[in-house]
């Protein structure tokens, strides 16, 4: 049950009969209503309270069932301390705060204090130190007070409560800056009832010491039990216990007798700690190294207690066969926690379920650099270790017991970023190239759960064998990728290895081609558009690739470059790589100029580059056209037959002109008429003979 708050919980009455029946140790008597959901439900429980209350002789003013119904929080404080005040302040004969100061002063009066209240008086903490020091004087010598008055207070409290069980009912920094009155009652008549109580304990101590003095323990009847009679673990607390008892067999409640104890094991004596504990107990423990069957004597006065000697076996780890498991040994993750657990095993292999044997961890990286490591006895029998690789590789943990190693020790932990079987590696070195040229791939590496790694580190092994011996060049690029060249004189079949930790990566080993390079000194090239070109229409030539032994290439892939120079323009050349070892290029001037063509390979001419050619203009038809006109009139006469004779007038006139026409007498009858169009269009042109215009006039021309 719990009251969270005095102004609403205790109107139901409920708490408040439970309270009282609780300090009071009696019964409310009446019946009330454990389910009270209506107000005279309510009043009806909470008048049976202070009914009870009077009955216990304990005067009430001015406060009725409906103010703690309604949560008159004023009258409900004043209810409660009148509570506090009658059942817990008023005790032991104890009227109330005159008394309760009074047996204050009389206890911190060897001290120098004198308090006059229960308020100021207390504020620097010389009253309440000297009162928890009264109690059990030692507890919180005066010499000790620090004259700090929080923290005096603060240290005497936390004394009161270690040593006499008083709650802290009031905080420290309360108490310094002004005390509650009635707080400070209630506080400090928790020290009066200790003091109470303690006094009847004293009193029953002395007369039990002295009835203790009037016993004696009787060897015969003295008797030990416990674990360590028995047997226990290696390193471990072998406990038991010796029973003082008397002549007629009762247990005495006192120490002070002198057992003595010889502890025998397989590599000598013992020394096994005895303590009296006054009360005629004697606890008694030894830690035994060695594993094997012991022999302890327990004598009072010289002569063997009951049951001495006793015959304890101890067991313990075998090195042979405790052993360890989990990453840590097995294999884990690079920055990544790597535990482990050693298993404490005995000789028979059981399990050893305590700790403190002498177990030992040392961990180094694929460097053999040390590396840091926790190592925890968890005191049944495993040890847990841990540590966190930062290199990938077999780390070493080497595990030992009293410098002996444990099974399967030193272990060879493999610490991964990348795992070989998913990593995998991608690039046109992996399946061909040429000789002198660079051939390259790039390794990618994988963690074991499927992701890329974003680092780098992992030692990939690459080896390549072949026709020649192979120094490929390996570049960590720090970001799970790895770049690797390699360059060779000698064509053929090669192999390439990659490994990581000893192991294959993805699809490895590869079996790259290598084929001779092209000879730029060698290939040539031919074709139309090294002889001419024409500004009106493309042309091509081909590159004929040969090989450094004159031998005429089968395949493409050479990266020949073509740049057309022109003073007029820049051209762009079209280079198709034919994949039979010649290549196509194209091109198309559209200014006639000389033009100059170089073709390379690798930064090298070919054969007899550069080229050069002349670009001539095209003919274009569309701009192609009639020059001049000439044409030619036959004269008749009347009976429309030729005239074989000139001497008529001829004129011809043009609709346009600019048209320059000329005129000719050809004295046989015909006259010609010539003339030159410059440009488009619609032309007519009138003829007239001696004045007249012809009948077939006007000629017209189109262009």
């Known amino acids: 049950m719990y009251i969270e708050n005095l102004e609403t919980d205790l109107s139901t009455g409920l708490l408040l009969i439970n309270l009282l029946e609780i300090i009071s140790a009696k019964e409310i008597g009446a019946r009330y209503n454990k389910a009270p959901k209506m107000s005279p439900q309510k009043l009806e429980n909470v008048s049976l309270c202070l009914k009870f209350i009077q009955n216990q002789g304990i005067k009430l003013v001015a406060i009725g069932p409906e103010d703690i119904v309604d949560g008159n929080l004023k009258l409900i404080l004043g209810l409660i301390w009148t509570l506090i005040l009658r059942f817990q302040i008023q005790r032991g004969g104890f009227e109330g705060k005159a008394e309760l100061l009074e047996w204050v002063r009389k206890q911190v009066a060897p001290y120098g204090v004198r308090p006059n209240n229960f308020n100021l008086d207390w504020v620097d903490g010389k009253v309440l130190s000297a009162l928890t020091d009264s109690l059990q004087p030692g507890v919180f010598p005066q010499d000790t007070w620090t004259g700090n008055n929080l923290q005096d207070i603060d240290k005497a409290q936390t004394l009161a409560t270690e040593h006499y069980q008083i709650p802290v009912l009031i905080d420290a920094q309360d108490i310094v800056e002004c005390p509650d009155e009635l707080a400070m009652m209630t506080y400090i008549s928790y020290f009066r009832d200790w003091w109470l109580d303690e006094a009847k304990r004293r009193a029953r101590e002395l007369e039990e010491e002295r009835l203790r003095k009037m016993r004696t323990a009787d060897p015969s009847q003295c008797y030990a039990h416990g674990p360590g009679l028995t047997g226990g673990t290696t390193n471990n607390t ?28 397989p590599n000598g004596n013992l020394q096994v700690k005895q303590v009296d504990n006054n009360n005629g107990t004697y606890n008694c423990t030894y830690v035994p190294v060695d594993a094997g069957n012991y022999n302890l004597n327990i004598t009072l006065r010289g002569d063997k207690i009951k049951g ?27 920055n990544q926690k790597a535990p482990f657990t050693v298993h404490s095993k005995d000789r028979n292999g059981n399990n050893v379920p305590t700790g403190n044997d002498p177990f030992a961890v040392k961990v180094s990286g694929p460097d053999g650099a040390p590396v840091l490591s926790q190592f925890n006895d968890t005191k049944n029998g495993n040890y847990e270790g841990v540590y966190t690789p930062t290199k990938p590789g077999r780390y070493t943990v080497d595990i030992t017991l009293a410098g002996n190693p444990i099974k399967g020790s030193p272990y060879h932990p493999l610490m991964e970023l990348g795992n070989a ?47 020649e011996k192979v120094n490929p060049k390996f570049t960590d690029n720090h970001n799970g990728t790895y770049d690797v060249v390699y360059s060779v004189e000698t064509p053929g079949e090669y192999k390439i290895d990659i490994t990581l930790h000893g192991q294959p990566i993805k699809d490895a080993p590869f079996h790259p081609r290598i084929k001779w ?28 690739a040969v090989d450094y032994d004159g031998n005429p290439r089968k395949d493409g892939g050479d990266p020949f470059v073509v740049k057309i120079h022109s003073p007029a323009e820049t051209i762009k050349a ?22 100059t063509i170089d073709v390379t390979l690798e930064d090298q001419h070919i054969k007899d580059a550069p080229f050069h050619v002349e670009c001539k203009s095209g003919t274009d038809p569309r701009n192609t056209g009639f020059k001049d006109f000439t044409f030619t009139i036959q004269t008749r006469d009347k009976n429309n037959v030729n005239k074989n004779f000139g001497g008529d007038e001829f004129v011809v006139k043009p609709s346009d002109p600019s048209v320059h026409v000329t005129t000719q007498d050809n004295q046989d009858g015909t006259y010609s008429a010539h003339f030159e169009l410059g440009k488009k269009g619609n032309f007519s042109f009138r003829v007239s003979f001696n004045g007249h215009e012809i009948a077939a006039s006007p000629l017209s021309v189109a262009l």
């Open 421 to 467: 079987g998913r990593s995998w590696a991608e690039g046109p070195g992996l399946t061909q190239g040429q000789t002198k040229k660079p051939c390259n791939f790039t390794i990618h590496s994988v963690d074991a759960d499927g992701h890329p790694v974003a680092e780098g580190g992992d030692p990939f092994q690459v080896n390549i064998t072949g026709p």
């Open 238 to 265: 072998a406990p038991f216990t010796i029973q003082a008892v008397n002549y007629f067999g009762d247990p005495l409640p006192t120490g002070g007798d002198n057992f003595v104890i010889e502890l025998n094991g």
């Open 574 to 595: 079209d280079v198709k790589d034919n994949r039979d070892g010649t290549y196509t290029v194209s091109y198309a001037a559209q200014k006639p100029a000389p033009l």
């Open 308 to 334: 001495s000697p006793y015959k304890p076996v101890i067991v313990g780890p075998d090195s042979k066969t405790s052993h360890a498991s989990g990453p840590g040994v097995e294999g884990a993750r690079v």
């Open 517 to 544: 390079s092209c000879d730029p000194s060698q290939c040539w090239a031919d074709g139309e558009g090294l002889q001419e070109a024409w500004d009106n229409k493309p042309t091509q030539f081909t590159i004929h």
